[in-house]
């Protein structure tokens, strides 16, 4: 665990303080989840249930008429894992969520091609875990369709992960933030309205991008942290990570506000970018 993760733990405990005064929208954000972790992560699920209220995605656009602290549960890249959670513990806690998937990684059709994708396009450390290593896997099409058969919502990570303040062609990028819309749609049938940009801060994305993104999908989201509650009518979302080893001291302090302060900054730049628009 990070020293500044570890220092929040503590602080949390000590205080079981909230900076929020009003009812909170909290959107988190899960990557890949070892098989060793699901149990973890699901009593982190199971302790927020006691004082959150998990909503479904297709409740996104009245949440802020629900009077109580709510919790959006999103899953980014398209791993084989999170397909695993959720038949085993979303299920169970009948609890659904947006999968954003990156279109070129769902489409490998091995595990080999999946580990390298992995490697080239999203973690270049992912061969230093031996064990993550092994279990690398990707999500193909047909996953996605049970998702989607059981009420979870399909989002858009574009086609390669590219960081996209990097791509410097207008066609480039229009590909990598459109295609995997049209993509997505074609082969699951179905509309494609949420995009996650690639690594999710605000040096990986602009004015420009954003633009972009808003022509194309109706809701964006971020990985920048912070609560949704009552914001101003946008189309960007904040979100926490969670990690699946997180303990729930650290996850109740992220929720509760004690690192909000330091993305400021970001979170006001990227509500001027929606102004902009």
Not at 23 to 47: G, Q, T
Not at 82 to 91: N, S, T
Not at 157 to 186: A, G, P
Not at 230 to 248: A, G, H, M, N
């Amino acid at each position: 665990m990070k020293l500044h993760h570890r220092i929040l733990e503590k602080i949390f405990k000590f205080s079981n303080y909230s900076f929020h005064k009003m009812p909170s929208f909290r959107i988190l954000n899960v990557h890949d989840i070892l098989e060793k972790d699901f149990d973890n992560l699901e009593k982190i699920i199971i302790n927020l249930k006691k004082n959150w209220q998990f909503i479904k995605p297709s409740e996104l656009s009245i949440v802020n008429k629900i009077n109580q602290n709510c919790i959006l549960l999103t899953f980014d890249d398209g791993y084989k894992s999170q397909k695993y959670f959720a038949d085993k513990v979303l299920k169970k806690h009948s609890i659904k969520a947006i999968f954003f998937v990156i279109t070129n990684f769902v489409k490998c059709n091995s595990k080999y091609e999946a580990k390298k994708f992995v490697l080239k396009s999203v973690d270049k450390n992912l061969d230093v875990n031996s064990i993550r290593f092994s279990e690398i896997n990707n999500m193909n099409f047909e996953d996605l369709k049970e998702l989607i058969f059981n009420n979870h919502l399909i989002g858009s990570h574009t086609v390669n992960h590219k960081k996209l303040t990097e791509i410097k062609d207008l066609k480039d990028l229009t590909f990598e933030i459109q295609n995997s819309k049209n993509q997505l749609e074609s082969a699951l049938n179905t509309k494609i309205n949420n995009f996650a940009w690639t690594y999710g801060d605000i040096n990986s994305i602009n004015k420009n991008i954003y633009k972009l993104i808003k022509k194309n999908y109706q809701n964006i989201f971020s990985g920048i942290r912070g609560d949704n509650f009552k914001k101003d009518e946008t189309s960007v979302y904040f979100r926490d990570e969670l990690s699946p080893f997180y303990s729930e001291d650290l996850v109740k302090a992220f929720l509760n506000g004690y690192s909000d302060f330091y993305y400021y900054q970001s979170r006001k730049k990227l509500l001027n970018f929606d102004k902009d628009v």
